[in-house]
């Protein structure tokens, strides 16, 4: 494994573990032949009761996942691919703050999963389907029946409904599946799909906005010569697992090299890193080159919302799950060609026409207030160890937090409404992106410290001070960056809802192997938030012809 983020890239470099046979040269394609496509947006199917108040009627959508082929570029055989509404990513869902939704999520899927399953890997044992789905809403301050709990799955021919009542500030989250053992495969398989809130604040801030407002899916995959998704396999008969997948190429909305006409002036371009394991260097250039400067744009916004004021940079560093809100200012450009770049891939072009463009849009000087959390509000501080534990050979056995696998006992139990600190110790000689379900959070500081001195009296020595944070890590985050060897603190107030969630590390091949715990928030007087009550194990689970009968009736 690779030591750090900054080469973890997915362009030119082996797809993983155990490959065998001729893969695609996806570098030799033709480049900036396809137009970047623009995900569809979803459209509610009627309306529906809300869970939280019969009388209240709620936009209802129902999104069938399906399998289907896509072009990834226009040399390349129709690949197959499982989305949401038969597209990757899937339809973006538009929502309005304080206006609740539902979602009815059904299994339209074959039986036969599309890559090897490993029954050896816990919560994907072989008396289980082989196909199983629960959608996670990545970043929603969901209550746990909604939340995607990755026992919660249901296989094809069956449908599960989720209420997200949306109560949070304007952010770009997004959906994913979170089926236990199986996430890595199902997400590879495409998928994914983005989840856009918006409120008010947003919309005073005269940010571009319409055509002018560019969502950028960011995944890696590899290919074989016949357009198919190839997926590593360890080689290890019966255990197909490998410890990180990493593709040869890498797609924006579903595209291989793709292009986008833009006019000469700002752009708001929306950023998700959706890929399974690859940490992304991006940048912006003149030239399709990796080695030149880069353009200075601002980013405007993290996970969980908007930076307290625009933070101008030539780098971006996004890990998988992270998101970036980024203005960019092609105004300057007329006529030229600008790249989006890793810093050892070029991703994609921007045209920007020679014409004179009218731009009423502004940047303002602040955006949100992002109030700091006071250590000093911490009731509890944890310290979380990530493992990685390996063979004689060097090779990933299993992949723990806090030594614990996913099925021991619970350890982590926060009040609601309480505010706790917890200190990730890196163990690993990987950079680990650490995901809390529900919450959001705030980055303290990174600090490095003596892995062997751990390692022998289980005793912190920090070795050098903090290390500045980027100004896109002092905003509200759902995701943070681990580094090797150093520990990493946020701060977090559980509040919103009780009940029981998860954190994990979001490399998929990371969590599917025991990198993931739960965690109760506990009930502590009333509830800041009402949420359905209804006890997970009673979930409705409907037959799919069932769901699309109900669904033909609104």
């Known amino acids: 494994m690779t030591a750090a983020f900054a080469t973890r890239n997915a362009h030119g470099g082996c797809a993983g573990a155990g ?6 040269d996806t570098s030799a394609l033709a480049r900036f032949v396809d137009p970047l496509p623009i995900p569809a947006s979803a459209k509610p199917s009627g309306l529906r009761p ?12 129902r999104m069938a996942m399906r399998q289907f082929q896509m072009s990834v570029h226009r040399d390349v055989p129709p690949t197959t691919f499982w989305g949401y509404d038969a597209s990757c990513p899937g339809p973006t869902i538009g ?9 009815e999520w059904v299994n339209e899927l074959p039986h036969q999963h599309i890559f090897p399953v490993d029954h050896t890997l816990h919560g994907a044992e072989a008396d289980k389907p082989e196909v199983r789905t629960v959608v996670h809403l990545h970043g929603g301050r969901t209550g746990p029946e909604s939340d995607g709990y990755p026992e919660d799955w249901f296989g094809p021919g069956q449908s599960a409904t989720s209420y997200y009542p949306n109560r949070q500030e304007a952010a770009i989250l997004f ?6 053992g199986i996430t890595r495969l199902n997400a590879a398989a495409g998928l994914l799909g983005l989840y856009v809130i918006r409120d008010e604040f947003e919309e005073g801030l005269n940010l571009p906005k319409g055509a002018y407002e560019i969502p950028l899916v960011i995944f890696d995959r590899s290919f074989q010569p016949d357009g198919q998704i190839h997926y590593p396999v360890s080689g290890k008969s019966g ?5 990180e997948y990493y593709g040869s190429a890498i797609l924006v909305n579903g595209k291989v090299f793709p292009y986008l006409e833009v006019e000469p002036r700002k752009y708001r371009l929306r950023l998700l890193n959706g890929s399974n394991g690859s940490f992304y260097k991006l940048s912006f250039s003149t030239d399709p ?5 880069g353009l200075a744009f601002h980013q405007i916004g993290s996970e969980q919302g908007f930076l307290a004021a625009p933070a101008q940079m030539n780098l971006l560093i996004l890990g998988p799950g992270e998101r970036a809100d980024v203005v960019l200012d092609f105004s300057g450009q007329s006529g030229k060609e600008i790249y989006l770049r890793t810093n050892v891939a070029i991703i994609m072009q921007f045209r920007v026409s020679a014409k004179k463009a009218a731009d009423s849009s502004t940047l303002p000087a602040m955006l949100r207030p992002v109030p700091r959390i006071e250590e000093s509000t911490a009731v509890v501080t944890r310290e979380l160890t990530i493992a990685d ?5 060097g090779r990933s056995n299993v992949m723990l937090l806090n030594g614990a696998h996913w099925n021991m006992p619970v350890t982590e139990k926060p009040v609601l409404n309480s505010t706790e600190i917890w200190s990730f110790i890196n163990l690993t000689d990987d950079s680990h992106p650490i995901h809390l379900h529900l919450v959001r959070f705030q980055l303290l500081d990174r600090r490095p410290f003596d892995l062997a001195v751990y390692q022998l009296t289980k005793k912190i020595v920090l070795t050098g001070p903090a290390i500045e944070l980027p100004a896109g890590d002092l905003g509200w985050k759902d995701t943070v960056r681990v580094d090797p060897m150093t520990i990493t603190r946020i701060i977090v107030k559980f509040d919103s809802f009780a009940g029981k969630y998860v954190w994990h590390c979001h490399m998929l091949e990371h969590e599917d192997n025991e990198m993931m715990r ?4 506990t009930e502590s007087g009333p509830r800041p938030e009402e949420s359905p009550h209804f006890a997970r194990s009673n979930r409705q689970i409907r037959n799919s012809s069932e769901s699309q009968r109900l669904s033909d009736t609104e």
């Not at 959906?175 to 236990?180: P, R, T």
């Open 518 to 521: 739960p965690y109760i928030i």
């Open 175 to 180: 959906y994913h599946d979170h089926a236990m």
């Open 95 to 103: 929502a309005r703050s304080g206006n609740p939704l539902l979602v």
């Open 50 to 61: 809300s869970p939280a108040d019969r009388k209240l009627q709620i936009p209802y959508y």
């Open 389 to 393: 534990y390996q063979n004689r050979l």
């Open 289 to 293: 080159s990796v080695t030149s400067a």
């Open 19 to 24: 490959i065998s046979g001729k893969l695609l």
């Open 239 to 243: 255990a197909p697992w490998v410890s």
